[in-house]
């Protein structure tokens, strides 16, 4: 409720003082996950890619609000954004999200993925918990498991935001810097869907895990380490009264 009031007051103009405005340029998914109910996810980038709840995805408590829990039952259980090519840059881009990782049974999985393009992998290499890692298909891609990878503890919330600027790729944990590797090149062009809360490679679309995931986020620009900070703690009330994303998520708030 709270949250609902400010984003009203501040459609409405009233004088709340809000944390600095998230700079959207190259915003081209936001599924903040807060619709509690049906079967879409409503993206309020303004790009009109939007997710579908497919098989046994869940309206839980979330991070911020609502947020969505795919069940590990079976490998079909997912959110499906299809292909558009406002997903697609070449040369820079950020993945951002909120997780907590309950099961792994497979050992691997994906809390986003664009098959053979870009994901957030995670995989138990280290234990106790999960290694978390963005990756980027380029011609300087070898493998996974870099110095970007990050181990997370399970059954917790974390945020990540995986970066890549065109020379490196960069992991921030909780709005914090986890890791960095060297990697040149441009990102790989598909046209295959977006997946969230699961892995939908060719080698390992059996994969399965419980996962719940809010506010996913992804950028055709490399963000700053200061952004990622923002990221992580953003909520579209915190833009100005004429913010597109605020009136948006007034919008899927209503329905």
């Not at 997912?78 to 292909?83: F, L, N, P, R, S």
């Not at 620009?221 to 952004?227: L, S």
């Amino acid at each position: 409720m709270k949250r609902w009031a400010m984003g009203l007051a501040l459609l409405l103009g009233v004088g709340i003082h809000a944390a600095q405005a998230l700079d959207t340029k190259g915003l081209v998914l936001y599924l903040p996950l807060d619709e509690g109910t049906g079967k879409v996810a409503n993206d309020i980038s303004g790009t009109g890619n939007h997710g579908a709840l497919t098989g046994d995805v869940q309206w839980v408590t979330g991070k911020h609000g609502k947020a969505a829990m795919v069940s590990d039952a079976a490998a079909g259980n997912m959110i499906v954004v299809k292909h558009h090519a406002s997903l697609q840059a070449k040369g820079a881009l950020t993945l951002a999200a909120w997780a907590k990782v309950d099961t792994a049974p497979d050992s691997h999985v994906s809390i986003i993925t664009k098959a053979d393009t870009w994901m957030i992998h995670v995989s138990n290499w280290q234990g106790p918990g999960l290694e978390w890692e963005p990756l980027y298909w380029t011609p300087d891609f070898v493998a996974w498991q870099t110095k970007a990878s990050k181990n997370v503890p399970m059954k917790e919330w974390h945020h990540i935001v995986g970066v890549f600027d065109g020379t490196n790729v960069i992991n921030y944990i909780d709005g914090k810097e986890a890791g960095r590797v060297a990697q040149k090149g441009e990102v790989k062009v598909s046209t295959v869907d977006v997946v969230i809360g699961r892995d939908s490679r060719g080698c390992c679309a059996a994969r399965k895990s419980t996962m719940t995931v809010d506010d996913v986020m992804v950028f055709t620009r490399a963000v700053t380490a200061a952004e990622a900070g923002e990221i992580m703690n953003y909520t579209p009330t915190a833009v100005e009264p004429s913010g597109k994303l605020a009136a948006m998520w007034a919008q899927v708030k209503s329905q």
